[in-house]
């Protein structure tokens, strides 16, 4: 079964600290992974796609494949990054995404 | 574009009434898919259309949620009778499909909170 996995529920660290939320993903095939966040009283928005390969908001995501992994990572948090993260999943035979649980990122000034 | 637009944005009912929650996708888009957010289970997949029809309800959670979408700029979820476990922020979705049938992005609505009481 297809499955994204989110451990951790909450993730604080201090402003200028690198931040790493992690992203493990169950697919037997070759899937499309995307983050995307939720910033307070705002809508879900796509932060980033593996397949683009970019950097948005210095944030980047790198797919392995060998751990089954899309973890996000930024090198320096800003307080403006605190939000929801989620990870999710699209195979290649439906357009429905799979959500992980999702990571609530607070950055301390 | 405003966007995928979603109404109410907030409703608050009792237990044993009707609710119907609204989306309009974006134009242009022809898939549109409903999401029900929550603490416990995050963002679930209930139901998803194309050209409006329905794809994949597998997420419906039981014979008292149903969605339809009459033509290609509307869609409801309507959940009869409610419950309090239905508490929940419903989100509604679209996206299109680009050159040679690539898959786009999902744009979302600001979502429905409800609260059944």
């Known amino acids: 079964a297809q499955r994204v996995t989110q451990p951790e529920k909450l993730l604080s660290v201090f402003k200028g600290a690198p931040v790493e939320l992690k992203c493990n993903y169950s697919y037997s095939g070759s899937p499309e992974l995307f983050w995307y966040v939720q910033y307070s009283r705002q809508r879900l928005q796509l932060l980033l796609r593996h397949i683009s390969r970019e950097s948005i908001k210095g944030f980047t995501a790198d797919l392995n494949k060998g751990e089954t992994s899309f973890h996000l990572k930024k090198p320096f948090a800003q307080e403006e990054d605190s939000a929801m993260y989620y990870c999710a999943l699209r195979s290649y035979n439906t357009d429905k995404l799979i959500f992980g649980t999702g990571t609530r990122l607070q950055v301390f000034p | 574009d405003a966007g995928v637009i979603q109404s109410p944005r907030h409703e608050v009912t009792e237990m044993g009434q009707e609710v119907t929650l609204r989306c309009k996708p974006i134009?242009?888009?022809?898939?549109l898919f409903w999401y029900r957010q929550t603490m416990m289970r995050g963002l679930e997949l209930l139901i998803y259309f194309n050209n409006n029809v329905p794809i994949d309800d597998s997420g419906m959670p039981e014979d008292r949620f149903s969605a339809k979408m009459p033509n290609a700029s509307f869609s409801t979820l309507k959940i009869q009778p409610s419950e309090p476990r239905d508490s929940a922020v419903y989100f509604c979705?679209?996206?299109?499909?680009?050159?040679?049938?690539?898959?786009?992005?999902?744009?979302f609505g600001a979502g429905t909170r409800l609260s059944v009481l």
């Open positions: 134009s242009g888009h022809d898939y």
């Open positions: 979705a679209s996206s299109s499909r680009g050159a040679q049938g690539a898959k786009n992005i999902q744009y």
